[in-house]
């Protein structure tokens, strides 16, 4: 074997034993200082089952989690004690966090109170299979109301919008669908309003009759309608037993009487006349008028 190869191959191998043990010295010192990070973590507290509006937290609805201190949820508790006895107003699922917005103030009431935004009041209006929308009303749903009756002074039906784009809180005691997710039949049906709404709807309610109307829930416009009368439904005019009296005519002024002077009847024409002469004598006689005498 030739001796210059077997010296480069003796170099070769002592070169690469060489790299081979730097590059394991530094791999060794770098995994040596490399620790593993303590990540703190923290208590959270968790809904043990789903909570809906208007359950009052008891601590068996409770559980305690954790989570990185990082990822703390913003507005969630650490201890369950600031939880308990405090109303739902926004459905909580299970094993979710339980936030500060979807809990009421402590001792503000229970069922559907801590639901209502302070300035609104809830209205509850009776309703049948008919004005109800045939039982198809769920909480959280956006109504118009109508209410037909017969106004003051008239003598015909009319139906007109009074309220639109209401919010039901719930149909009958009920706040949530049933547990299918299906429609309530209630007897009767709460509706956020304002004060005034509430007058509007309470009168309507019982000086009339109320229809509910379902509409879209993202549509928030708000129609202007001018109500239909019961002889607009026939297409014939509206006939008042006592018509409004008419406003008196402007008598018009007398003109001035010309006066009428007689004027006497014209003379008639003069009779033709002829001139006689004979010798001396000049006589005149008239033609065409009868003489005595003459036939």
Known sequence: MDRRFLTVLGVSLLFALVISSVFYQMTARAGGKAKPEQTDMKDVVLAARPLSVGTTVKPADLKLGKVPAASFPKGAFSKAEEVIDRPVVSNVLIDEPVLEGRLAVRGSGLGLAPIIPVGMRAVTVRVNDVTGISGFVLPGMRVDVLVTGRPPNSDGTVTTTCLQNMLVLSAGTAIQPDAR????????????????????????NTEG??????????????????????????GVRAIHKNPPAEAPRPRPRPQPIAAVIATPPPPPPPPDQIVVIRGTNKTVEVVGVNRPGDK
């Not at 997710?181 to 004060?195: E, K």
């Not at 416009?221 to 002889?231: N, V």
């Open 209 to 234: 009759r109320i229809q509910l109307i379902l509409r879209n829930g993202s549509d928030q416009t708000i129609e202007k309608t001018p109500g239909r009368d019961l002889s607009e439904l026939y």
């Open 181 to 204: 997710g299906n429609a309530i039949q209630a007897a009767t049906v709460t509706l956020l309003a304002s004060p005034d709404q509430a007058e509007t709807l309470t009168l309507a």
